[in-house]
């Protein structure tokens, strides 16, 4: 069945960017999503990225979409502490259920 | 701006207990979901529902499970009996249907099973 995989875990400092990667099995996804949870919260949606498009930018936030790869990422520039969260891949498929990846823990640095 | 709501946000109940968590979904929205986050693992799909039935489950989503639209605002997440394994996270969310897909998630409801 369909999946997707992140690393579990990424430290940066306050200021430095940050790149969270997904890969995606599900070669019939239409669009891809990323997904923020904050402690104690919900699932907040950050972005996402049509599947016939490689890059879509929104001002701190730059997805990049490798197809043939399966592989996306997610990099935010100029991370501040506030970004900490978990960040979640998400990957759209042929229907409207989402399949999650693990989740990245976003550890930044003062 | 219009958001997703859950009740209750924590939720303690014995096994073997039923328990209903509710949603009140976005007005506007016609696609309606429940996933799952047991502590550590990944956020699973449960339901989905649209026109008054389930338009798509998963394998986790058996018997003991049950999901309904009372009225015209809320959805209901029903589990009959519950097991310890159900100690999780319950999310709801909801869609507009539009074509980018995207789902607005609640902020949880937090099921303890003992």
């Known amino acids: 069945g369909e999946d997707v995989e992140q690393s579990l875990f990424l430290s940066v400092r306050e200021g430095d960017s940050s790149v969270i990667n997904c890969t995606y099995t599900?070669?019939?996804?239409?669009?891809l999503y990323w997904y923020k949870q904050e402690p104690g919260a919900g699932l907040q949606l950050l972005t996402y990225?049509?599947?016939?498009?490689d890059m879509k930018q929104d001002q701190r936030l730059t997805v990049l979409l490798n197809k043939k790869d399966k592989h996306l990422s997610l990099r935010i520039a100029d991370t501040q502490t506030g970004d900490s969260a978990i960040y979640f891949c998400?990957?759209?498929?042929?229907?409207?259920?989402?399949?999650f990846g693990t989740g990245t823990l976003l550890a930044v640095q003062p | 701006e219009p958001e997703v709501t859950q009740t209750p946000s924590h939720q303690v109940t014995q096994m073997g207990q039923e328990v209903i968590l509710r949603c009140v979904p976005i007005?506007?929205?016609?696609?309606f979901y429940w996933y799952r986050q047991i502590l550590g693992q990944k956020v699973e799909f449960l339901v989905s529902?649209?026109?008054?039935?389930?338009?798509?489950k998963s394998e986790i989503f058996d018997d003991q499970f049950s999901v309904e639209r009372p009225d015209g605002s809320n959805f209901t997440l029903k589990i009959r009996s519950t097991k310890l394994e159900d100690s999780a996270m319950y999310f709801c969310?909801?869609?507009?249907?539009?074509?980018?897909?995207?789902?607005?998630f609640g902020e949880g409801s937090r099921l303890t099973v003992l």
């Open positions: 969310a909801s869609s507009g249907g539009s074509v980018t897909g995207e789902l607005f």
């Open positions: 529902f649209y026109n008054n039935e389930i338009s798509e």
């Open positions: 990225i049509f599947s016939n498009m």
């Open positions: 007005s506007n929205h016609l696609y």
């Open positions: 599900d070669s019939s996804s239409t669009y």
């Open positions: 998400a990957d759209g498929g042929a229907t409207n259920k989402l399949i």
